[in-house]
């Protein structure tokens, strides 16, 4: 949609001044560093320079107004991301390849599926048509933690970690079979609820080291598993 297209392209902006060299600058240097980056379509977006005859001006402003002000509120909704750590877009690519909803992936994963039935040259349609029983998976990962299975499936159980991990690997192993509705149905969850636990459960994996760890562990069981099926 219009408003992802725009995180989109205020991410790829910023990227010039995100490295190393500038993450000791102030945002007054970041901005003019910014502003007079060669290899980027900013500055002529913002009215900076001329932009080339190619590139499509319009579809990057989203408000009402002269050229002059739209220019301005482009800029503005730009830098903004100088001022505050801004999400990673691709964080939210499925299977390498697929950059969207969880509904639009899964729209994307069954016709993919029913155009080709052959993947095996394919590491992203191997992803995308990845089978793992969701019921098997509940095993691997309560016996991981040595829980009991039905405590997976209850909001207000005791086993929040366990059930954390069997929703961060649902998505991993099971999106051949099953669209993300019916396995946050299985958890007892609503698709927001599903999708509101994975991405809180990545954030922590980038940070927390022993849990990535875990995860390690775990992810070799259910391999094993699977090879086993």
Known sequence: NKKYGMSLCRYIHLNPV?????????????????????????????????????????SNYSWPGSLCEKQKKYAEFVEAGLLKEMENPMDHVRAQSVLGSDSFTDMVRRKFLKLTGKVSDCPQGKKLSAFFDFDRLSDVVAGFYGVDKGWLFSKYGK??????????????????????????????????????????????LKRQKEMQAEYKSLNKQIEDVKCKN
């Not at 980056?37 to 319009?58: E, Q």
């Open 159 to 204: 086993c929040n970690e366990a059930r954390q991990a069997l929703i961060h690997f649902s998505e991993l192993y099971c999106r051949g079979r099953y669209p993300l509705k019916d396995m946050a149905e299985m958890l007892n969850l609503k698709l927001g609820g599903y999708a509101s636990c994975r991405r809180s459960v990545r954030e922590k």
């Open 18 to 58: 995100r490295t190393v060299e500038f993450s000791h600058m102030s945002v007054a240097e970041r901005r003019t560093a910014l502003r007079g980056y060669a290899w980027s379509s900013y500055a002529g977006l913002i009215g900076l320079r001329k932009c080339p005859v190619w590139l499509d001006v319009d």
